[in-house]
């Protein structure tokens, strides 16, 4: 167990006071039959224990202090099928929880628990079930409560508090970031070094999962997108099944899920290793765009600072590139720029690949804030259309990087695959 899951632990009991927070981890899914998805905990579940097994729920006990793990049982014939399993006393010995019981013994333990709160906290309306389960606790608690015990008169949101926790991350977080980060962008170095005319874009994707399984990330973060030519100008693309055509680009949207934390990276790159005039232009808007989006993000700027940088440069480029005419102002008050650029700058990043925290709170953009970690992604997407040059239809471009709040300015930790042309094109010249 590390420091940290018992600081953040006892970070949300002294917010708590004395309520009482009941968090359940995500279950299984069944993919088909006798088939499950690759099991992944709650992202707030896993914040606060570490604890990376299904049927699980934590409580923490605001009145005493202390944080309690419901798991499951050891089981010697189910562990010969499904593998280990903690049981309740090693995984309080391992978690350094306070107390640790069976999760058969959730029902019978939570009203008395819940009944010697004033408040209590839960996801509230996230899982329809849980919702039931811990009203029929509270509705226990109640009927106690006319025997003399208290139940709660105060309810709240758990996830706003976590949302907000989870926004700033610790130094542990920012450690395993920039290593996924790095598998990631490795994992982009080798997608580059391998691509080859009349190859397909699933050999790609192989050659990036490939990259992250071997270095321990068995799972991507989302589902990789692998987009040459014009799929490139589908933002979710995800067939990643077409042929890589000589003269067209690559758009390779992929990062690994490492120790539960999210990399998300995006290059564009020639198939055959050269960019042509066309797409050399495109791809200058969108990287200056990207660079100057960057160059927005410290602490006390503003949240939406890259994103009005990155605008003003894109559609400054959509003008010279003759996709529009008009003026700048003209076309960002109009709107006109979403025909070639309708995604937003960018999106925290953490445990989950667009992770938690209010933006603009109360309708008010917040500042950066030392510790937040962020992408900067902007994007030209160029769909055939009579009004726009032909030499450029087709051309889709994102590049997307990983950012961390600093304390005087920021850290790109996901630039070891690279973005500017001229490197791009030495690293595939290599080995081609
Ligand atoms: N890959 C998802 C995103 O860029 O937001
Ligand atoms: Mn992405
Ligand atoms: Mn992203």
Redesign the pocket.
């Known amino acids: 167990m590390h420091a940290n899951l018992h600081q953040r632990r006892q970070q949300l009991l002294s917010q708590l006071g004395d309520a009482i927070a009941i968090l359940p981890t995500a279950p299984e899914v069944i993919r088909n039959a006798d088939a499950h998805y690759p099991y992944r905990g709650d992202s707030h579940f896993l914040y606060l224990t570490g604890f990376t097994e299904p049927d699980a729920v934590l409580v923490l006990d605001g009145k005493r202090g202390r944080s309690l793990l419901f798991c499951r049982d050891k089981h010697p014939e189910r562990e010969i099928w499904d593998g280990f399993r903690h049981g309740p006393d090693a995984a309080r010995e391992t978690f350094g929880f306070d107390e640790a019981y069976s999760i058969d013994e959730l029902d019978q333990r939570l009203p008395q628990l819940i009944g010697d709160h004033q408040a209590l906290y839960w996801p509230v309306g996230r899982v329809a079930a849980w919702d039931a389960r811990i009203g029929s606790w509270l509705e226990t608690a109640r009927q106690a409560s006319r025997s003399g015990r208290d139940a709660p008169a105060r309810y709240g949101d758990l996830l706003s508090l976590l949302d907000e926790m989870r926004l700033i991350k610790d130094e542990r977080e920012i450690a395993v970031l920039q290593q996924a980060g790095r598998i990631s962008a490795a994992g982009h170095v080798r997608a580059m070094q391998a691509c080859r005319p009349g190859m397909n874009e699933y050999e790609i994707e192989a050659e990036l999962l490939y990259h992250f399984v071997r270095h321990g990330a068995r799972q991507p973060a989302y589902e990789s997108i692998v987009a040459g030519g014009a799929n490139a100008c589908t933002l979710h693309y995800a067939a990643n099944n077409a042929r890589l055509n000589d003269g067209e680009l690559l758009l390779i949207?992929a990062g690994c899920e490492f120790m539960g934390y999210a990399g998300?990276i995006?290059r564009t790159f020639p198939v055959n290793g050269r960019f042509s005039a066309a797409q050399r232009d495109v791809y200058e808007v969108v990287l200056a765009a990207q660079l100057a989006a960057i160059a927005e993000v410290r602490p006390g700027a503003a949240l939406d600072a890259p994103a009005t940088a990155a605008l003003q440069v894109l559609v400054r480029g959509m003008l010279d590139l003759r996709l529009l005419s008009g003026s700048v102002d003209g076309v960002i008050e109009s709107g006109e720029y979403q025909r070639f650029y309708m995604h937003g700058i960018?999106?925290f990043?953490g445990l989950d690949?667009?992770d938690v925290g209010a933006r603009r709170p109360g309708g008010v953009w917040r500042s950066f804030q030392p510790g937040m970690c962020t992408?900067i992604?902007p994007g030209l997407y160029i769909r055939p259309d009579d009004r726009v040059p032909a030499a450029l239809h087709h051309i889709g471009i994102r590049i997307?990087d990983n950012v961390l709040v600093t304390a005087h300015g920021h850290q790109v930790y996901t630039d070891d695959v690279p973005k500017r042309i001229d490197a791009i094109e030495a690293l595939m010249q290599l080995h081609h």
């Open positions: 949207d998300d995006t960018g999106h990043i690949v667009h992408t992604e997307e």
